[in-house]
């Protein structure tokens, strides 16, 4: 839906309709009859968002006032028992008066978007569950649908308003249409404001009303100021929701084209009112839907803006990550309201899942953690939050929207007991046991909820100006705790007991959860603290912090030169000294050495000059030689042998002289 102002929420008129069931606890075979008029009925489960009942077997039969009629059944939420074929738990619809009739069973979990339209002009509906296993149940409305579209659009239509509700619809409602409309109607009345209720709608939503168009102006024409555009579908319109006029006219204009997509259009109620509801802004709500960090503004404290997956309803892209902070009027706080959700489901939700955060980061503490069919409303403490979607590389689902308005601040909810309030400033101020100096008593439970005055741009500092609480390990007796936020749920911040005074700063929040509590032993004075904001600079650090960085690394620097010069001065100066004589060593020894390998090269030359001149050596220079390679002891020849080596060396003598 792209441009709704929503005046006021028609919660009020579900109430006055609710059904009073006889289906209970006790009676679980109840059986009853009603009869549906133009006006919705509501109609939930017995045990409604906790659980029904097992071995229930009730049954409601509905008849249209006007047997031309048909009956809308808009099941709003269900949430059973799964189950092949719906044979556990369900809620049956039947398109007629008995069991007989053709059925359409639920026993899946929906957040919205099933829309039922009879044939003719009974309903059955049943409600169906077994032994075991229970689940929330049902909530849906049901009312009459006709054709309430008079002459408007084949021309302009003046319709008077009375003190009696009337009906307008698209044409040809409740049935499909694909077809081309520009239809106009003038609501007029005799002197006072006018009520129309946008009851019910089903054309084809987007980012952008881009084919079915319901514009309500308050005025005579479309000149006047645009009160509403709406163009929701059934899957994304949640419920009733009214507009006033300023005077006593409003104009309605319904524009369609075709798109190849049947839908069902939209039903009006209107009449006229004395309450006059003064319109806040002319500013449309804007719905965003875009992936990545997106910073959004709410400007005032009427015009909610609408938060949904990319695509939606159609189902998600997968490995998305998609940031939106949205920033409300300085003072406000936000409620983020959940109006459909359905996301894969996982367990801790690991896969896809909504993170929703108390400030402008996940730095700050997460106020939901949301997967599966039941998203969280929340509202933060400031007027700054994050929502952060992503979805992993698998399954993926119809997504969420969300609805974020700005709200005036006041005690978040979530506060229990009833803490001393401290509102801190950039002035030092106090505050201290109850009893402090004199010992605090037995079984106490004191709380102090210290709020920042000015913004995210400061931090609250917490200094222990005195402390004398009775020690333990882990603090396990007397003790004071911090929390991140205003309540317990909050993260801790720190817990501190004993002898100590230690200074900390909350710089994720706008609130600090002070806690002190004692056992029925051990009985000291108790503490003294003071607290006072900071401003936070860019870096994260204070302008104190930083300054003392830098005088710590000055001091650093002093001492590390002064270590280096004493270190070189008692151990590398010795060491190089008695390094420098070992080198003028070293140096004669390597000069030695070259000067004996230059006299053994002489020598091994020399040596080879000899061999090459040395005589043909004796016989018995020869047979006296060792013989390494079969022993070391010589083998001396035989007298044979010698002697005829002997003539061997005359022959070849004598040969070589001829």
């Known amino acids: 839906m792209a441009g709704k102002i929503c005046l006021v929420i028609a919660c009020v008129f579900m109430l006055l309709n609710k059904v009073n069931s006889q289906c209970s606890a006790t009676s679980r075979r109840a059986t009853e009859t009603d009869t549906v008029n133009a006006e919705p009925t509501y109609l939930t489960s017995p045990g409604w968002k906790t659980a029904y009942y097992s071995n229930t077997d009730c049954r409601w039969t509905l008849s249209a006032s006007d047997a031309t009629h048909k009956i809308i059944v808009d099941v709003m939420e269900s949430y059973f028992e799964g189950s092949p074929g719906c044979s556990y738990d369900y809620l049956g619809i039947y398109d007629g008066n008995s069991l007989s009739s053709t059925a359409t069973k639920l026993c899946n979990n929906l957040r919205t978007g099933q829309l039922f339209v009879s044939s003719g002009a009974n309903v059955m509906l049943r409600l169906k569950s077994d032994f075991s296993v229970n689940y929330p149940g049902f909530s849906l409305r049901y009312f009459i649908g006709t054709d309430y579209a008079g002459t408007g659009c084949a021309a302009m239509q003046t319709l008077t308003a009375t003190s009696t509700v009337q009906y307008l619809s698209s044409p040809n409602f409740p049935d499909e249409y694909d077809t081309v409309n520009d239809c106009e109607w003038t609501i007029t009345s005799s002197s006072k404001s006018l009520r129309i209720e946008v009851i019910f709608s089903d054309m084809l939503d987007g980012e952008v ?50 798109s190849g997509r049947n839908r069902r259009g939209f039903l009006i109620a209107y009449n006229e009112t004395d309450t006059v509801v003064a319109v806040a802004s002319t500013t449309p709500s804007t719905t965003f839907s875009t992936c990545g960090s997106t910073s959004l503004t709410i400007t005032n404290l009427s015009t909610p803006l609408y938060i949904t997956t990319p695509d939606y309803p159609i189902f998600y892209s997968s490995n ?83 609805q974020v308005e700005a709200i005036g601040s006041g005690t978040p909810d979530c506060v229990n007991g009833n803490p001393t309030d401290l509102n801190a400033t ?35 500092v917490i200094e222990t100006v005195d402390s004398r609480i009775e020690d333990s390990v882990n603090c396990e007796f007397d003790k004071v705790q911090l ?24 710089s994720n929040g706008l609130y600090v959860l002070v806690v002190f509590t004692t056992d029925d032993s051990a009985f000291y004075r108790g503490f003294n603290i003071s607290y006072y904001l900071q401003e936070v600079t860019t870096s994260g650090l204070t302008t104190k912090q930083i300054v003392g960085m830098i005088i710590g690394i000055v001091i650093g620097l002093i001492v590390f030169g002064v270590l280096m010069f004493l270190l070189f001065k008692k151990v590398i100066i010795p060491k190089l000294k008695s390094g420098g004589h070992g080198s003028k060593l070293s140096l004669r020894s390597r000069r030695s050495s070259s000067s004996s390998s230059s006299s053994s090269s002489s020598d091994e030359e020399s040596g080879k000059r000899k ?31 010698t002697k005829s080596t002997t003539l061997k060396l005359a022959a070849t003598y004598s040969s070589q002289s001829r």
């Open 611 to 641: 061999r090459r001149l040395k005589p043909i050596p004796k016989a018995s220079n020869v047979l006296l030689r060792p013989s390494s390679k079969y022993s070391m002891k010589p083998k001396l020849p035989s007298i044979s042998q």
């Open 320 to 402: 998305l990550n998609c940031e939106w902070q949205v920033t409300g009027p300085q003072g406000s706080v936000l409620q983020i309201k959940v109006l459909d959700f359905f996301l894969e489901n996982s367990e801790e939700c690991f896969g896809d899942n909504v993170k929703i955060y108390d400030g402008p980061n996940a730095e700050y503490s997460r106020l939901a953690l949301s997967c599966g069919e039941i998203g969280t409303d929340v509202n933060s403490t400031g007027n700054i939050a994050m929502l952060a979607f992503k979805s992993d590389g698998s399954t993926s689902a119809r997504g969420f929207k969300y």
């Open 483 to 506: 929390y991140e936020g205003p309540c317990t749920t909050y993260s801790t911040l720190a817990t501190f007991c004993g002898v100590v005074t230690p200074t900390y700063t909350q």
């Open 426 to 460: 950039l002035e030092r101020q106090y505050f201290n046991s109850a009893t402090y100096p004199s010992n605090y008593g037995s079984g106490i439970t004191e709380q102090w909820l210290i709020y920042n005055t000015l913004s995210y741009d400061y931090e609250i």
């Open 209 to 258: 009303c881009y084919s079915d168009q319901l514009f309500i102006y308050d005025g005579t024409d479309s000149s006047s100021t645009k009160l509403a555009e709406i163009c929701d579908s059934s899957a994304t319109f949640i419920d009733s929701e009214a507009y006033y006029s300023t005077g006593n006219n409003a104009f309605i204009n319904f524009k369609s084209l075709q």
